[in-house]
């Protein structure tokens, strides 16, 4: 790589970089591409300025851009070697060497594809022989893999399908495109094309680009012509269940020219909802890969949430290259219902378990998120056509959202461990990420690592765009490119340390004097909220407002679009100075955000902060804000040493309750993206504001809550005793949007509730949770009480019983009145069978 040492950062000239922006790709293309795969004057309103044209210069992310080199793909390289081997034993097999099959696997080869993508980049970047050698040979494997009529998905080109599950969420069908909606062979082939055009871009080599052109002429005649040797010669006419081939074959009309891979893209994106719609519930029902309606018609955000950000991109990008706004609409809707309902404030999508998808709307948990790092990579695409399209600073307020929070939060600080999933808390026990508390080397489904890999060196592309007579700044970051205005070209450089730096100054340099406008993104976060939409706030208001200067003086400038709009005569060595203060700001949610209710977080610029065990004295689920200190109570300072070198650090005073009572602390917060660079342990975005909400352990037992303490015989590292205390109530059994309580052990289980004092019984409801074939209803339960230290059965009502019901509280009544201060659920699992309860309600008599 070719790193200068600039004021103790690194220099890192970015070059041209074909991944996933269509749009990037296409205000780069020169030549016979250029003129015959059209431009952006094909829908989008703005042109950006593409890689190539971009020099980074500043201590934020050029770091990454040194660590996506040195580490990560690299190490992501190693880690799909499996994916090379199973291609090997195809290409084997093809020339009748059936000795050593591979392995049965649905999208194995699409997270080598997205590696090979970021590898292209390198290459792009600096040439690399043995990098290159390596790509080449890999390439040819790939080739080998391919049958004779273009067809390529290993599984079944070998036969080893026969071993896998053929239907179902996980099945890959019984032969080629017999199980669309699962297999992810057109998904493969979509991040296939993607890699192969970046290796174009990056050496002129062609190979795999033909083998991504004999793929797609395929999957056109299999899909809308019909081929004897598929699906009994009829067309199959079905979408993916996976979108992502419709990005994909965009970017290959876009390099090729050739109509037909645009007509293939549109027609994909038509028959979605029309031609097939399947029945069932979860990965089968029709809204999990968004085929319940039309995409035109489809008006909110449902569904798998990866999927759907491809989709909502996919349309973007097929409809400014169609030349239509047929399914603008649509995207509209989707939209508002996304940053209206159904996004975190880290921007990330998919909040739910199981489903890796949009729950109902509001339904945004913190501890039980899922927040898969795909799916805020996904928001960020979406985000930046949508702002391609309407030039509004709005959509990319979300993208950057996304972009420094979730997504970031994603990889860590030295790029070779990574999360798939991004909760908002974490305990430092249960598990969150695939099964472990924390960080993982590697997933057995690597598709975030490999999608981290090929996201980060596009975000200078995100920067700058124009159209006519209109420069648009839209994110900053040290840096400086060349501009092709009407009137000439236009040299800007900018001067920051954002994210981190309230200051931004831009120096420009016109070959000559010119007037256009300059528009400057004034972020959604400098005014009274955080980010667009309609679930997240501000509690108070900024006491300081951007301000922009010209060559040192003060102006008043219009916002136009979410952009300081400032046109005049520009003279070379003009300099534009843009505040945009950055106070600690707390933020409240809807209230119809049960999540939230009684809780803030804390944000700064651009930044969500989290607290996390390390900074604080012990788990931080200890701390609650009583009131809102003001900003002179405030400490923000930048870590001077470790792993977080640089990164800013808020302080500021908070109470914390324990056995010991209620205590003043001072509070320590990070970066969202930041946290677990320094072990697993606890952590928190939305710290509770009543010292009730706040729940600690005392040896065995968890204390806080509605209840005086609560424990019981096992707890699975799956499972939180803080369900028993919460008071939050479920929507059905198989809820995964609330904590539970889960055995770690069948057989004999009991769970104690200590109640605050003598308390008068007036009933008891207990809330099964059921989710899962290892967790039930139990075989049978029954109650006790604790009466003057020593306990007795529960004298139960003779018109009431001991119910196993699901979706519901099983409730029961005493006999006669009495109190007590403790009660003991007894619970017998079924065999093999592990037992869990989502709440229990205990009502006192008047």
Known sequence: MKFLIVEGGFFFRKVAFWAVLALALAACSTGKEEKDAGSLSDGYA????????????????????????????????????????????????????????????????????????????????NPDTALEKRMDEIIDIIAEAQKEDGYLYVAHITGVSKDHDHWGGGGMGDKPYSFVVHSHELYN????????????????????????????????KVFFEGDPNYNNGKPVNQAPGHEELELALVKLYRVTGKELYLEMAR????????????????????????????????????????????????????????????????????WH?????????????????????????????????????????????????????????????????????????????????FFYVNPLEADG?????????????????????????????????????????????????????EIPLPGGTVGLSQSTGYPFDEYIQLTLNPEKAQTFSLKLRIPTWAGEQFVPGELYDYVQSASEQWSVKVNGAAQDVPLENGFASIRREWKPGDVVELHLPMPARFNRSLEAVEANRNRVAVTRGPLVYCAEEVDNAGKVQQFFLESFPGQQDIRTEAIDTGILQNVVRIELPARAKDERGVRAETLKLIPYYAWDNRGDASMIVWLPTRPEMVYFRVGDELRGGRFAGVNASSTSEYGSLEAIVDGRRPEGSEDRTLPSWISAEGGEQWVEIRLDGQKPIKSIGVYWFGASRKVGLPAQWSLEVKKNGRWEPFSLNESDAYRLDKDQYNVVRPSTP?????????????????????????????
């Open 267 to 334: 027609k994909f994106l038509d028959i979605r909802g029309r031609t097939y719609v399947p029945e069932g519930e979860g990965v089968m029902a029709p809204t999990y890969a968004q085929q319940h309606r039309p995409v035109a018609e489809q008006e909110e955000a449902v569904g798998h949430a990866v999927r759907a950000a491809y989709l909502y991109s996919g349309m973007a990008d097929v409809g400014a290259a169609a030349g239509t706004d047929e399914y603008n609409a649509a995207l509209d809707k989707i």
């Open 337 to 417: 219902n996304i940053v209206d309902t159904k996004m975190h404030i880290t921007g990330g999508l998919g909040a739910v378990h199981g489903i890796e998808g949009f729950g109902p709307e509001y339904v945004l948990p913190n501890k039980e998120a899922y927040n898969e790092t795909c799916a805020a990579v996904g928001n960020v695409f979406f985000n930046y056509r949508m702002f391609l399209l309407h030039k509004d600073a709005r959509y990319m307020d979300v993208a950057e959202v996304a972009l420094l929070n979730n997504a970031l939060a994603g990889v860590n600080l030295e790029g070779n461990e």
């Open 818 to 846: 009495f109190s007590c201060d403790a009660v003991r659920i007894n619970i017998a699992a079924r065999p093999e069978m592990l037992v869990g309860i989502l709440d229990v309600d205990i009502q006192y008599e008047d």
């Open 46 to 125: 703005l042109a950006p300025i593409p890689f190539n044209q971009v020099n980074l210069e500043d201590n934020f992310w050029l770091p990454r851009l040194k660590t996506q080199a040195e580490t990560l793909v690299p190490f992501a390289l190693d880690k799909t070697r499996p994916a090379v081997e199973n291609l090997e034993k195809a290409a084997k097999f093809l020339k009748g060497d059936t000795t050593d099959l591979p392995f049965p696997h649905r999208y194995i080869s699409s997270d080598l594809y997205k590696v090979m993508e970021g590898a292209a980049l390198l290459l792009m970047e």
């Open 189 to 220: 082939m979509g991040h296939m094309y993607e890699a192969a055009i970046a290796y174009y871009r990056a050496t002129g080599k062609d190979k795999w680009l033909k083998v991504a052109e004999k793929n797609a002429q395929h999957i056109n």
């Open 429 to 481: 026990v249960m598990p969150f990420n695939h099964g472990r508390p924390g960080r993982s080397p590697w997933f057995g489904t690597a598709c975030c690592p490999s999608n981290i890999a090929r996201l980060i060196p596009q975000v200078s592309g995100m920067m700058y765009a124009y159209a006519e007579e209109d420069i648009y700044v839209a994110f900053y970051a040290g840096s400086s490119t």
